[in-house]
Each structure stands twice: as structure tokens, then as C-alpha cells.
């Protein structure tokens, strides 16, 4: 009973505080005044930020931002021995910081090693801090391009690529990510800029502790999407994430920017409604992942469940099953990656709800900004599955779906499970794959999926049992996780470009209604049966007959 009360808790803060924040990004985001230090920023980069673009110099603009953060994010790295605050790290080597760029500039922040005894200081603060601010700002400019699509009437403009990046960066991202910096850092979350140092034990030892700027990494973490945690142990460490308070708030935090979005949407489509019909299918579908992850956790199957009550293996127990589970669904559905305990002890299905969280495209309530494109996309589907049940041509806000904008769509559903399926039949059928495997047979198999499913869906969490520091799986999640972040945004780029010259067409009686019970139902079920039919031959091999066969 207790994590179903901490579940509405933290469900209802964030409900009551998605409203102004998504107002607020609607009003700051787009259109208006541009501050005085935004013009500086713009006169240095020389960009006219009063001229728009069209969806090819968009993608251009953002695919070549994101090569040179990578770039710049993989000499760092490789330097990080000659450079301030190494705390005595040497560089990485080329294959790890390599895989270690791509993996935050696109958002996954996948770690192939612990990080107290990787990176330094400056590694965290200028490198892996920025991608985050960054990576996370890529996704909301992708989301605000879709919406203009929509919204606009004629033209072929969806907006200025480096405005909105500038824009979700000082506006919105930062300024939450110092307002929950605080509020951690006042909950006993460590920020300092010391080194290691030992100290004296009860129990007469001696123990070696890392200090660092955790409370300021904490929110960039888990607001952006990021994941990536400062220690090995991530916000299963007490100097991450001391009590089951900082345990709500962090959940608090890494969905609170992608659910206020989905308001962010309504307002600027001018249909509030509509809003908040989209987030009721993005809590009708995390509802059902929280509900089928609490199942499976408080299940007692096996000796050493059935002795302590529970799967309280790898579990942290100032949160229990209850903040673990409620922990583990939010960063799966959140596109986060972050953890509080080991998502490898968790149950066979336990651990299929978090696959099946980031195989539903990360849509409940998914990225930042990633999460609403996604959405967008699944209610496109079905709309146009409701088009075709009542014999009208399918429309969304007033633009016709038709062949050429569907094929977009299909595109881009395709993407993920294409990857993901792929790369992990190579990995289970080559032996520079298995070698890396921790556990044979289904598990096994789980493991492997779960990492091209976390590396193609930017999501970036781990089951520990793969070895995934090894040139094979460096260079395959590399590819994964750079084609699976930027071939989608392409498709949703170009289907806001295509959408942006469409004249609106006049809704009538027979119009498909996107609001109430039936559109709610049509949408919810779309997003399930398109992650069933992709996936449910792949879980039924993993989790599904770990389970059975445990």
C-alpha cells in the first residue's frame, strides 16, 4: 500500500506541475523577444536567428551541431590526462571515448565503465555535463519543428534550428536544472570539487571516498534524459541519492519536462484538450508498466524470494520493491537511463517491463522531446487506422495523412525495431558476442537485448551482467546508438516539412474526433499492438521464458 501512495504522490505533483511548466515552455520556446545574451551568442556563431528554415537546412543544422559535439566531446576524453581536474584518470582509449561521445551527445549516455574511476572533474562538468544540456535541447527543437508542421498554414519553415536550441538551453533547461540542484544539494546530496580520500571506518578500516559536483550533475542527469551517473552505482549511492525524499524527487525530475511538453503541445496547437488527451494515454500506458512491474517484483518465486517476501535481490533497501520499481519504470518509459538498484536482479518479467517501457518507443512519457514525436507518431497511426475504419481520407489538427505522410511514419517506427533485432541477432550468433555474455540461455539473451534495446531508444541503462567494454560491443552500440537517435529525427523532420505546406482541410461531422474515450482507447491500443507485433516474438525468447523456465 505504501508504493501505491508514493506512486499517487509523485503522480499527482507531477500532474499539477506539468500545467505551468508546459505553459511557460509554450510562451518562452516559441516566438518573442530574444534576450540580450542569446544576440551575443548568435553575433559569435553568425546566425541570423530572424531567419527561419525549412526542413533540409534544419536537419542539416542539427545533424551538424551533433558531429561536432561528438567531435569535441571525443577529444576531451582522449585528453582528459593533460588537462585540469583529471584527479589522475588517464585519457580513454580511442574505442571507449569514442562510444562514450556518441553515447551522450545522443542522448543514451550508455556507460561502458564506472565512472569514480574514469573521468575526472572536468570530463563530467565540460564534457559530459554540456552533451547533456545539449542532447537533451536536440530532442526539444526536433519536437517543436513537428508541432509548427501542425500548427502552421502555409509556408515551408518550421523554425530556426540554433534558435531553439539556444532557447531550450537557457530558458528551460537550465534554469530547472539549478532550481533542483538546490533542492538536492539541501536533501544531503554531495557537491564539492574534492578528490578521493580515505577515512577512518567503525569498524576500524580504512575506506576510500570520491567527492565531486554531484548535486549539480544529479538534475542534468535525470532532467535531460541523460542517465549517465556520476558514480558506478548511479542513484542507488547514498551521495547521489541519500533518502527515499531525494528517491520521489529524482522520479519527480526526470519525468517532469517530458510530460510538461505534451502541455506545451496543446498550447501551442491551441487545443488544450486535446493536451490532455494525449497525457492520459501516456498514463494509461505507464500505469500498466508500473502496475505489471510491481506484480512482478513483489512475486515469490524462488528460494530466496520466497524466505525475505519479495525480489529484494540488488534492491536498495532505504527504497524497497515498491521506490525501486516505481524508480526503474519511470527511467525506462523516460528515456532516462538512470537507476536505484541492479536492473539485472531484477525478476525475469520485472526486467521485461523495463524492455517492454523502452520497446513501446519510450513514449510514456518518453525523452525530452523525443518522447512527444514519438507520441505524435503513434497517434498518427491511429489516426489513420480511424480514417480508414469511417471511410474519410485521415486527418490530424486539420492536415491530411496520406500515403506520402505515412510513409514517414512507417519509416520511423521501423527504425528501432529493425536495429534492435539486428544487432542483437549479430551479437548472439558471433563469438565476440557471446564472450561478453554474463549468463547463457534465455537470460542471456535478455541481457543482449536489453543493450541494443537501451542503445537504439537513447535510453542508456544496463543489466549488468554484459560485459559491454569490449571492441565489439564499443563499436556495434556506436552504430546503434548514432543511427538510431538521428535516422528518426530525419523522418520526423521531413514529415514536419511536408506537413507545414499543407493547407488546413474543414473539419465536418465526419471528421475522426482526436478527444474522448474512443480516441483514447484507439491510441493506447495502437501504441501496444505496434510494440507487440515488433517485439513479442524477441521477449517471448528473453524475459518471458526466463520467467517460465525460473
Same mark, same amino acid.
Given at each position: 500500500?505504501?508504493?501505491?501512495?508514493?506512486?499517487?504522490?509523485?503522480?499527482?505533483?507531477?500532474?499539477?506541475?506539468?500545467?505551468?511548466?508546459?505553459?511557460?515552455?509554450?510562451?518562452? #520556446?516559441?516566438?518573442?523577444?530574444?534576450?540580450?545574451?542569446?544576440?551575443?551568442?548568435?553575433?559569435?556563431? /553568425?546566425?541570423? $536567428?530572424?531567419?527561419?528554415?525549412?526542413? *533540409?537546412?534544419? @536537419?542539416?543544422?542539427?545533424?551538424?551541431?551533433?558531429?561536432?559535439?561528438?567531435?569535441?566531446?571525443?577529444?576531451?576524453?582522449?585528453?582528459?590526462?593533460?588537462?585540469?581536474?583529471?584527479?589522475?584518470?588517464?585519457?580513454? +582509449?580511442?574505442? #571507449?571515448?569514442?562510444?562514450?561521445?556518441?553515447?551522450?551527445?545522443?542522448?543514451?549516455?550508455?556507460?561502458?565503465?564506472?565512472?569514480?574511476?574514469?573521468?575526472?572533474?572536468?570530463? @563530467?562538468?565540460?564534457?559530459?555535463? @554540456?552533451? /547533456?544540456?545539449?542532447?537533451?535541447?536536440?530532442?526539444?527543437?526536433?519536437?517543436?519543428?513537428?508541432? *509548427?508542421?501542425?500548427?502552421?498554414?502555409?509556408?515551408?519553415?518550421?523554425?530556426?534550428?540554433?534558435?531553439?536550441?539556444?532557447?531550450?538551453?537557457?530558458?528551460?533547461?537550465?534554469?530547472?536544472?539549478?532550481?533542483?540542484?538546490?533542492?538536492?544539494?539541501?536533501?544531503?546530496?554531495?557537491?564539492?570539487?574534492?578528490?578521493?580520500?580515505?577515512?577512518?571506518?567503525?569498524?576500524?578500516?580504512?575506506?576510500?571516498?570520491?567527492?565531486?559536483?554531484?548535486?549539480?550533475?544529479?538534475?542534468?542527469?535525470?532532467?535531460?534524459?541523460?542517465?549517465?551517473?556520476?558514480?558506478?552505482?548511479?542513484?542507488?549511492?547514498?551521495?547521489?541519492? $541519500?533518502?527515499?525524499?531525494?528517491?520521489? #524527487?529524482?522520479?519527480?525530475?526526470?519525468?517532469? @519536462?517530458?510530460?510538461?511538453?505534451?502541455?506545451?503541445?496543446? *498550447? !501551442?496547437?491551441?487545443?488544450?484538450?486535446?493536451?490532455?488527451?494525449?497525457?492520459?494515454?501516456?498514463?494509461?500506458?505507464?500505469?500498466?508498466?508500473?502496475?505489471?512491474?510491481? #506484480?512482478?517484483?513483489?512475486?515469490?518465486?524462488?528460494?530466496?524470494?520466497?524466505?525475505?517476501?519479495?525480489?529484494?535481490?540488488?534492491?536498495?533497501?532505504?527504497?524497497?520493491?515498491?521506490?525501486?520499481?516505481?524508480?526503474?519504470?519511470?527511467?525506462?518509459?523516460?528515456?532516462?537511463?538512470?537507476? =536505484?538498484?541492479?536492473?539485472?536482479?531484477?525478476? %525475469?518479467?520485472?526486467?521485461?517491463?523495463?524492455?517492454?517501457?523502452?520497446?513501446?518507443?519510450?513514449?510514456? +512519457?518518453?525523452?525530452?522531446?523525443?518522447?512527444?514525436?514519438?507520441?505524435?507518431?503513434?497517434?498518427?497511426?491511429?489516426?489513420?487506422?480511424?480514417?480508414? &475504419?469511417?471511410?474519410?481520407?485521415?486527418?490530424? !489538427?486539420?492536415?491530411?495523412?496520406?500515403?506520402?505522410?505515412?510513409?514517414?511514419?512507417?519509416?520511423?517506427?521501423?527504425?528501432?525495431?529493425?536495429?534492435?533485432?539486428?544487432?542483437?541477432?549479430?551479437?548472439?550468433?558471433?563469438?565476440?558476442?557471446?564472450?561478453?555474455?554474463?549468463?547463457?540461455?534465455?537470460?542471456?539473451?535478455?541481457?543482449?537485448?536489453?543493450?541494443?534495446?537501451?542503445?537504439?531508444?537513447?535510453?542508456? %541503462?544496463?543489466?549488468?551482467?554484459?560485459?559491454? =567494454?569490449?571492441?565489439?560491443?564499443?563499436?556495434? &552500440?556506436?552504430?546503434?546508438?548514432?543511427?538510431?537517435?538521428?535516422?528518426?529525427?530525419?523522418?520526423?523532420?521531413?514529415?514536419?516539412?511536408?506537413?507545414?505546406?499543407?493547407?488546413?482541410?474543414?473539419?465536418?461531422?465526419?471528421?475522426?474526433?482526436?478527444?474522448?474515450?474512443?480516441?483514447?482507447?484507439?491510441?493506447?491500443?495502437?501504441?501496444?499492438?505496434?510494440?507487440?507485433?515488433?517485439?513479442? $516474438?524477441?521477449?517471448?525468447?528473453? +524475459?518471458?521464458?526466463?520467467?517460465?523456465?525460473?
Amino acid at each position: 500500500m505504501y508504493g501505491w501512495l508514493q506512486a499517487l504522490f509523485v503522480l499527482a505533483l507531477l500532474v499539477a506541475l506539468h500545467v505551468p511548466v508546459g505553459d511557460y515552455m509554450a510562451r518562452t #520556446l516559441d516566438g518573442g523577444r530574444h534576450l540580450a545574451i542569446e544576440r551575443r551568442l548568435y553575433r559569435i556563431c /553568425g546566425v541570423d $536567428p530572424d531567419r527561419e528554415q525549412d526542413w *533540409r537546412h534544419y @536537419v542539416l543544422a542539427l545533424l551538424a551541431f551533433s558531429v561536432v559535439s561528438i567531435a569535441a566531446l571525443f577529444a576531451l576524453l582522449r585528453l582528459q590526462g593533460s588537462l585540469p581536474w583529471s584527479l589522475g584518470h588517464p585519457g580513454m +582509449p580511442w574505442e #571507449l571515448a569514442l562510444h562514450t561521445a556518441v553515447s551522450f551527445t545522443t542522448n543514451t549516455s550508455w556507460q561502458n565503465y564506472a565512472g569514480e574511476s574514469t573521468t575526472g572533474h572536468l570530463a @563530467v562538468m565540460a564534457g559530459l555535463g @554540456v552533451q /547533456g544540456f545539449a542532447s537533451a535541447a536536440v530532442g526539444m527543437c526536433v519536437g517543436l519543428a513537428l508541432i *509548427r508542421g501542425l500548427v502552421r498554414r502555409s509556408g515551408t519553415e518550421i523554425g530556426n534550428f540554433w534558435v531553439d536550441l539556444v532557447r531550450s538551453v537557457f530558458r528551460v533547461l537550465l534554469p530547472l536544472a539549478v532550481v533542483f540542484g538546490l533542492l538536492l544539494i539541501c536533501m544531503g546530496v554531495q557537491q564539492n570539487l574534492d578528490g578521493a580520500h580515505a577515512v577512518n571506518t567503525v569498524a576500524g578500516g580504512t575506506q576510500t571516498l570520491i567527492g565531486g559536483p554531484v548535486g549539480s550533475w544529479e538534475p542534468v542527469k535525470l532532467m535531460t534524459g541523460d542517465g549517465g551517473g556520476f558514480f558506478n552505482t548511479s542513484s542507488a549511492h547514498p551521495f547521489e541519492n $541519500p533518502s527515499s525524499l531525494s528517491n520521489a #524527487l529524482e522520479i519527480l525530475i526526470m519525468l517532469i @519536462v517530458p510530460t510538461a511538453f505534451i502541455r506545451t503541445f496543446g *498550447r !501551442m496547437a491551441g487545443n488544450l484538450r486535446l493536451g490532455w488527451t494525449l497525457l492520459i494515454v501516456v498514463g494509461i500506458l505507464f500505469g500498466l508498466l508500473l502496475a505489471a512491474g510491481n #506484480l512482478a517484483q513483489s512475486a515469490q518465486t524462488g528460494t530466496v524470494a520466497q524466505a525475505v517476501g519479495a525480489q529484494m535481490e540488488g534492491t536498495e533497501t532505504r527504497f524497497g520493491i515498491p521506490g525501486s520499481t516505481l524508480f526503474g519504470v519511470s527511467a525506462t518509459a523516460s528515456a532516462d537511463g538512470a537507476l =536505484n538498484s541492479s536492473y539485472d536482479s531484477f525478476s %525475469s518479467l520485472g526486467g521485461g517491463v523495463l524492455l517492454a517501457a523502452m520497446m513501446l518507443g519510450e513514449i510514456a +512519457p518518453g525523452g525530452t522531446g523525443s518522447g512527444l514525436y514519438g507520441l505524435i507518431m503513434i497517434v498518427l497511426i491511429a489516426v489513420f487506422l480511424g480514417g480508414l &475504419m469511417v471511410g474519410r481520407t485521415p486527418e490530424f !489538427m486539420g492536415k491530411r495523412i496520406g500515403f506520402s505522410e505515412m510513409r514517414y511514419v512507417v519509416l520511423y517506427s521501423l527504425v528501432s525495431p529493425a536495429l534492435v533485432l539486428t544487432f542483437t541477432g549479430i551479437a548472439v550468433g558471433l563469438p565476440a558476442g557471446v564472450s561478453s555474455m554474463g549468463n547463457v540461455g534465455a537470460h542471456g539473451l535478455t541481457e543482449v537485448l536489453y543493450a541494443f534495446t537501451s542503445s537504439v531508444n537513447s535510453n542508456g %541503462s544496463a543489466m549488468a551482467g554484459l560485459n559491454g =567494454n569490449t571492441m565489439f560491443y564499443n563499436l556495434t &552500440m556506436i552504430v546503434a546508438m548514432f543511427v538510431g537517435r538521428y535516422l528518426p529525427i530525419v523522418f520526423v523532420l521531413a514529415l514536419a516539412g511536408r506537413l507545414v505546406r499543407q493547407q488546413p482541410v474543414a473539419v465536418t461531422a465526419g471528421t475522426l474526433r482526436t478527444q474522448g474515450v474512443s480516441f483514447v482507447v484507439l491510441a493506447t491500443g495502437g501504441a501496444l499492438i505496434v510494440a507487440l507485433l515488433n517485439f513479442l $516474438p524477441a521477449l517471448s525468447l528473453g +524475459p518471458l521464458a526466463d520467467g517460465l523456465l525460473g
